[in-house]
């Protein structure tokens, strides 16, 4: 599942589970994704959307109070809840669409955004911020990292042919992807 996911996705992935751990839930849940986007949210996409660490931390550990901390089905600690592997898959999707060739932190904030029924809507509801607003702050990250990689210049290795030398240019994309 994770083939696709680039090594600052599998970051965040790394860092939900000890969020998880740090509150005592046995399965990594959207709510720890999404503690762990905004705790390397370099982009500053979470905070031109609205939405900083310690409140959604507070609001979680408000709404877990008092909570029995789920297990995980059979004891499983590496459990994949299943609103987690939708969100992956989503993330995924969007990645895609948007014709990046790998997960990034990024895509997994759009995906965590976009599940209306989920938790995450209810912390961004009971801390009256608006998951439009959130998502186009992301969209707006993604685009400014799109424009940064096309414009970063790459080298072209042309490999010789017979006696040839090998060629080495050094070019800027000629368009930037979505």
Known sequence: MFARFGREARRVI???EDHARALWRPAVGPEHLL?????????GAFVR??????DVRGRLLESAS??????????????LPLRLRTVFRDAFRE????GAREVTPLHLALALVD?????????LRRLDVKAEVVR???????????????AEPHKIIRLPRGDEQPVVETRTRARATR
């Open 136 to 150: 186009d702050a992301i969209l707006e990250a993604l685009l400014d990292v799109t424009a940064a990689e096309a």
């Open 14 to 16: 790394e860092l939900a």
């Open 66 to 79: 008092g909570e029995p901390a789920p297990s995980a089905p059979n004891g499983d600690p590496g459990h």
């Open 35 to 43: 503690l762990a986007l905004l705790a390397v949210d370099d982009s």
């Open 95 to 98: 990645a895609a669409a948007l």
């Open 115 to 123: 599940d209306p029924p989920g938790e995450i809507a209810l912390v």
């Open 49 to 54: 959307g609205g939405l900083c660490f310690d």
